[in-house]
């Protein structure tokens, strides 16, 4: 299903460029996530938004920043990129403290 | 803070042959989560185990909460080849507002 939904999916920027990542999900979800995910990582928690215009740092803010304007839009900002920010991005959303539903990802290469 | 250990890392398994990772926080969880990656793909939600001792299946998988909700694990009967990728285990405790989630447990299924 396309309840939640990432862009770009795929992405190659150089050091220094500013890049910010998409997600929109269409539950109407309270919760929205940020996630990293690196060999040997597993999954980071970014950044966290429990409603609009809430948002809160989750194990790896640092370079990151975030916004929630409207409840089904959660975009993830990467302000001058770094060569350690190459990862998988995933955006989720959860109703409450249960299932987290993940959208499919963006690949980030940071060259 | 609350951290949630997966072992094994890896495991091969040759396909046919029963496959068990095991999770462990370092503190009491309200409840535990599993989740599974398909390579290439986004974790997808298996289950949620609440009680203490619970024991859930789906078809060849069987899920158990531990008795002092600190401990969990995942168990495949008979695997097979569609059971490949890497399996998540996720918590929250009494005093964290977020999943943490454990390292994964990447399967490998052999014909």
């Known amino acids: 299903d396309a309840g939640i939904t990432q862009s770009p999916r795929y992405k190659i920027t150089e050091t220094g460029r500013q890049v910010t990542l998409m997600c929109h999900q269409t539950?109407?979800?309270?919760?929205m996530f940020w996630y990293r995910q690196d060999l040997g990582h597993g999954l980071r928690l970014i950044y966290y938004?429990?409603?609009?215009?809430?948002?809160d740092k989750g194990e790896v803010p640092d370079g990151y920043v975030v916004s929630r304007s409207k409840t089904e839009n959660f975009p993830l900002t990467l302000e001058s990129a770094t060569r350690s920010q190459t990862s998988v991005y995933f955006c989720?959303?959860?109703?409450?403290?249960?299932?987290?539903?993940f959208g499919e990802g963006s690949w980030l290469t940071v060259v | 803070g609350q951290q949630v250990m997966q072992i094994p890392q890896y495991q091969h398994v040759q396909e046919g042959e029963d496959f068990t990772t095991y999770c462990n926080s370092s503190?009491?969880?309200?409840?535990i989560q599993w989740y599974k990656q398909r390579p290439g793909g986004h974790p997808v939600f298996l289950i949620q185990?609440?009680?203490?001792?619970e024991v859930k299946k789906q078809k060849r998988l069987t899920f158990q909460f531990g008795e002092a909700k600190k401990n969990s694990s995942l168990h495949i009967t008979a695997t097979q080849t569609t059971d490949v990728g890497t399996y998540f285990c996720?918590?929250?405790?009494?005093?964290?507002?977020?999943?943490?989630f454990g390292s994964g447990t990447q399967l490998t299924v052999l014909p």
């Open positions: 989720a959303s959860s109703e409450s403290r249960d299932t987290i539903y």
């Open positions: 539950w109407s979800h309270s919760y």
């Open positions: 938004s429990a409603a609009a215009d809430i948002t």
């Open positions: 503190t009491t969880l309200s409840n």
């Open positions: 185990l609440v009680k203490s001792g």
């Open positions: 996720a918590g929250f405790s009494g005093s964290a507002r977020q999943l943490t």
